[in-house]
């Protein structure tokens, strides 16, 4: 298994344009997403990454919602070093941003920092093991999008949420098209792994929630009897009074 971290900086796509078909897999990922918006609860919703303005989020009840970019958007700032204080929102999306950061650990443990206890994140990735996954064997799409991206599967992500303390609470496939020719194309095998093997999605969503931790341990249910000791003076007495039975 590779690293998360690389050495190499990686530039993520400023828009869904430079995707291919990226208007296509927009509308398929904000469909995926109309499902969980009405489910998220809160006050505040930080959407992370250049992607993230495009996606529709009116079906959220939280409405003041922030968009955080390293080059624009509401908020200007770092991924991995985000301009909020610590628990301050309800909900966090990261629409393909682990696939194309450097340091997506570093991503992940800023967005648990920010989250409040009960908060969710929403995770949208490219599956590596999938039709998409196909363009990794060739050298001529390695470099460009999304194969030049990192691509993390849905298991390694649910270990990373669950190395922080979260509970996973949907994990949804969204897309089967292997992105290398139009997504009309082909649309039979893309129905039958639909069907039949779902763990295969080119895309998947993970949304996860941030459990409280208790603040006070647990108390063990076993406890050691101990001798009860009324009066100590009483106790003296007796001991006195066993040592003149003695002699």
């Avoid at 443990?109 to 060739?138: C, I, K, Q, T, Y």
């Avoid at 998947?204 to 076993?222: D, E, G, H, Q, S």
Wanted: charged share 15%; with cysteine.
């Amino acid at each position: 298994m590779r690293p998360a971290y690389s050495h190499n900086a990686i530039t993520p796509p400023a828009n869904w344009q430079q995707l291919p078909w990226g208007d296509w897999l927009c509308q398929q990922i904000s469909a995926g997403l109309d499902n969980w918006w009405p489910k998220l609860f809160g006050y505040h919703m930080v959407k992370l990454g250049p992607l993230a303005p495009e996606l529709n989020s009116r079906l959220c009840s939280i409405r003041h919602q922030m968009v955080i970019t390293a080059s624009g958007g509401d908020l200007w700032g770092d991924l991995d070093d985000l301009p909020l204080q610590c628990r301050s929102v309800d909900a966090c999306l990261l629409p393909l941003v682990m696939d194309f950061h450097q340091d997506p650990h570093g991503v992940m443990r800023e967005a648990d920092r920010v989250l409040v206890e009960g908060g969710h994140m929403v995770v949208v990735g490219f599956n590596p093991v999938s039709p998409v996954g196909m363009g990794l064997l060739s050298p001529t799409c390695r470099q460009r999008y999304p194969w030049n991206g990192r691509m993390f599967t849905p298991n390694r992500i649910k270990d990373w949420l669950g190395l922080l303390g979260y509970q996973i609470v949907g994990h949804e496939p969204l897309v089967y098209s292997s992105l290398l020719w139009s997504p009309d194309r082909f649309l039979w095998p893309q129905q039958w792994m639909a069907q039949q093997t779902p763990s295969l999605a080119s895309v998947y969503l993970i949304v996860a929630r941030k459990l409280a931790v208790p603040l006070t341990p647990a108390r063990p249910l076993w406890r050691p009897k101990k001798r009860l000791i009324t009066s100590p003076a009483a106790m003296g007495r007796e001991a006195v009074g066993q040592r003149r039975d003695s002699r």
